[in-house]
């Protein structure tokens, strides 16, 4: 008989891959931050002595999500600039209230709270593109939870640097502090086409090759993009990227709601990773990704929730009900995103995108120990004929009960394990009347 940390017995377990597999009454063992097996539960006496026992007899045990697109301290602005178009909510209300209050204070808070919300949601991993990235790699540290940082590039000043240069100088000492640190990963992250120059899309690019790194940015989210490109560069941006040498499996693109069928092609045949956001998509206006034909093309779609300041929040759970549901509607077809699809699309595809796919993302002997719990128990998910479907199409976050980081306990029935809730919400009221000042 062997020892272990932790073995975890929940009622149903739902390992990712194989696809559409639920495995009832099974037990997942956990040693050293790692899942060890997965095995019937009631071979688990003549297997292992574990540390902890951890029954969930009315749940299902699932991969970690992973949050592949966030600006996770922009969660002080949720609700400030609402019902509004991305081109005067970025320019008139995001970017003056962001010149006007970001710094490292404002990073740090807003980056525990979205910390607080996407654990609480089931959420383990989040790919983040944002200024100050020392605090918030700083801030993911403390709490245990898992992130890529993006060592942002743009082409304006900001209060974190004066341009490109400083940007990509700062991103990749940091990169170099954390390398060995094993929940923080990096990515570049230029922000969009229609605000780095050529040159820094090619400095990013040898750089990328030469630390083996992903790029994460900002393209054709809107049609008005589309325009810019057209009258500035005279061809579209994925056209522009594409003779800068940006497709490659290290690029990860974000939104894509305007897209013709040769283009899904070009990104397929590249390896170009899609991050689909619907919901901030939706409230933006900013257009439909195209989520079907990209799968059917071969091309792997992730899930973001984009920031909360667009969202208007960064639940994973419902943001994969947005998805499968809007994916149904744009293809014109029921079966276009199934409820196992979807589910992968915000585990193992997000990993891969990033990456992690040999350490996070579905559930098997060897990968870390990132699981999430949700309750199924509840009346308003009975009766219960596919714990999968109802996931997807019924569950909500708060049903979220547990939540494990590299093994160790982040969410404990419902309750954050590492975290003061009560000395955060006072530091966000405090920023609500800060951001609430008329900014003229």
């Known amino acids: 008989m062997s020892t272990a940390d932790l073995v975890i017995y929940p009622r149903w377990l739902i390992p990712v891959e194989p696809a559409g597999v639920v495995h009832e009454n099974h037990a997942l063992v956990v040693d050293a931050g790692r ?47 609402d019902d509004i178009p991305l081109h005067p909510w970025l320019h008139e209300h995001i970017w003056p209230a962001e010149k006007r209050w970001m710094g ?6 807003g980056t525990e709270l979205a910390i607080a919300e996407m654990l609480r949601s089931g959420t383990t991993c989040f790919n983040d593109m944002y200024f100050f990235p020392e605090v918030t790699a700083e ?6 939870i898992r992130s890529c940082l993006g060592m942002i590039v743009v082409d304006f000043p900001t209060a974190w640097g004066a341009g490109p240069q400083e940007y990509i100088a700062k991103g990749t000492a940091l990169r170099d502090q954390y390398r060995d640190e094993p929940l923080l990963s990096f990515a ?10 050529d040159n820094w899309f090619r400095e990013v690019r040898t750089l990328a090759d030469e630390l083996d790194v992903p790029i994460h940015t900002h393209v054709h989210e809107t049609a008005g993009e589309i325009s810019q490109s057209m009258n500035l560069y005279g061809k579209r941006p994925l056209a522009r990227l594409a003779e800068l040498g940006m497709l490659t499996p290290d ?16 990104l397929a045949a590249a390896g170009v990773h899609v991050v689909h956001c ?3 998509n939706l409230k933006l206006a900013s257009g439909f990704c195209p989520v079907a034909r990209l799968l059917a093309s071969g091309v792997n779609v992730a ?25 149904k509607g744009v293809a014109a077809d029921a079966s276009a995103l199934a409820a196992a699809a979807v589910l992968r699309m915000a585990t193992l595809n997000g990993a891969r995108a990033l990456g992690l796919e040999r350490d996070i993302g579905s559930l098997a002997p060897g990968k870390s120990a990132d699981l999430a719990a949700i309750d199924l128990g509840g009346p308003e998910l009975q009766p219960l004929y596919n714990p999968l479907s109802q996931l997807i199409y019924a569950a909500n976050r708060a049903q979220v009960s547990d939540v494990w ?25 405090r920023w609500q009347k800060r951001l609430s000042t008329p900014l003229n």
């Open 188 to 197: 570049f992250a230029p922000h969009a086409p229609y605000s780095v120059a």
């Open 139 to 144: 801030v993911a540290r403390r709490y245990g």
């Open 405 to 429: 980081v590299a093994g160790r306990r982040l969410l404990r029935d419902g309750e954050l394990t590492q975290m003061d809730i009560g000395q955060l919400m006072t530091r966000v009221q």
């Open 278 to 280: 619907p919901e901030s």
């Open 35 to 81: 899942i060890l097996d997965i095995l019937p539960a009631d071979l688990i006496g003549e297997c292992y002595q574990p540390s902890q026992t951890v029954k969930l007899p009315q749940h299902a045990l699932i991969p970690g999500l992973v949050n592949a697109h966030t600006h996770a301290s922009m969660s002080l602005l949720r609700g400030l600039a």
């Open 104 to 109: 490292p204070e404002f990073v740090r808070d």
């Open 251 to 266: 690029l990860v693109a974000v939104h894509m709601t305007q897209l013709m069928d040769d283009e899904i092609a070009e």
């Open 303 to 327: 899930l973001g929730t984009d920031s909360a300041a667009s969202n208007n929040d960064l639940d994973m759970i419902g943001e994969m009900r947005s998805a499968a549901l809007l994916a």
